[in-house]
Every structure is written in structure tokens, then in C-alpha cells.
């Protein structure tokens, strides 16, 4: 009985002893500090890891991982309504001998569905395409595929959100910063 015993002693000591130490490794493992740029990512120093230097300046370090600021600006402006690199929803791509008839059928339902976002058959050779919306952030065009997809179920598999430039009225600069880049 006592043999019992021990051994289930042991087997509990042995479990307790291996849960510690792997919330230990774990502990050293949170501890670590994720990088802040690829030069950092590539100059790390630790177990099983060569040694690799980089001799970039400054500037370039800057530059490299940042969107290019063509993508934050605005590019033209008319009245009230400006100009900007932002996102539509893409609803059709296609090029076969139909695309057209059904590119143009796509627009009708989605006026019919009782949304307010302006559509856009774009055709350049040999494809035609259905954008819908001006939206300045990835997020707006997220909410807005979401919103028409409950709507539209069947057309989940071929919409996409695409980078486009876009038309926005009372565009307010300082939403600038918020325009996420890809």
C-alpha cells in the first residue's frame, strides 16, 4: 500500500516539477521583446542565431516598412470633394462574352438593395469590373462589404477590396493619418 502511495507521490511531484518549468520557458519566452523594424529582426543576437550586421543610414532605416506617402495625400481637390487614394468593393471581374450583360445586371441589384454607395462598371480591355463605394479607410470598406454581403450572400466568393483612387466629400485632412496602407 505504501509502494502505492510513493508512486503516486512521485508521479504528482514529477507533474508539478514539469508544469513549472514549462511556465518558466514560457516566462523567458513572453519576456523576449518583439522587433521594431526588419534591421532589428536580422541583427538579433541569442542561441543558435549567426551574426549578422547591416550598415544602412539612418534614412533608409526610416524609410524601409513605411507606406509610401503617394498613398497619404490628397491628389486633387473640386469643390468640397477631394480626390485620394482609398478602397472600393469589388463585386465582378470578368472577361467572358457575357460579363458585360451581367456586370450591368450586378449594378441593378445593388441600387435595388437600398444602399447609398455609388458603383462604378469599369471596363479596360478585355475584362469588366464592379466597384462599389469611396471609401477612405480599409475599415469603412470592411463594415460596408459586411453590410452588403448580408444582403447579397451569393456574391461573398468574388468580392474583394481593392485600392483605388476614390472620391470623398467634405474629405477632412486630418483623416490622413487613418488611411491604412497595404
Keep these: 500500500m505504501n509502494i502505492k502511495r510513493l508512486k503516486s507521490y512521485l508521479l504528482g511531484l514529477l507533474t508539478l516539477v514539469m508544469l513549472l518549468g514549462s511556465g ?9 521583446v518583439s522587433p521594431r523594424s ?6 538579433a543576437s541569442g542561441p543558435n542565431l549567426g551574426k549578422i550586421t ?16 503617394r498613398y497619404n495625400r490628397i491628389l486633387s481637390k473640386e469643390g468640397n470633394t477631394a480626390l485620394v487614394w482609398g478602397y472600393r468593393i469589388q463585386f465582378f471581374n470578368g472577361n467572358q462574352s457575357n460579363s458585360r450583360a451581367i456586370v ?5 441589384e445593388i ?5 447609398h454607395h455609388n458603383t462604378y462598371i469599369i471596363f479596360n480591355a478585355p475584362f469588366w469590373r464592379l466597384l462599389v463605394g469611396d471609401f477612405a479607410t480599409m475599415g469603412e470598406a470592411r463594415q460596408a462589404r459586411a453590410r452588403l454581403l448580408k444582403i447579397l450572400p451569393d456574391w461573398a466568393r468574388e468580392s474583394y477590396i481593392v485600392r483605388d483612387k476614390v472620391r470623398i ?5 486630418t483623416l490622413e493619418e487613418g488611411i491604412e496602407t497595404l
Design 54 to 69: 547591416i550598415h544602412q543610414s539612418e534614412e533608409v532605416r526610416r524609410l524601409v516598412g513605411n507606406a509610401s506617402s
Design 24 to 32: 518558466a520557458a514560457y516566462a523567458q519566452e513572453a519576456a523576449r
Design 104 to 108: 450591368q445586371a450586378r449594378e441593378q
Design 169 to 173: 466629400i467634405n474629405y477632412n485632412s
Design 111 to 115: 441600387k435595388l438593395s437600398e444602399t
Design 38 to 43: 526588419i534591421f532589428e529582426a536580422l541583427e
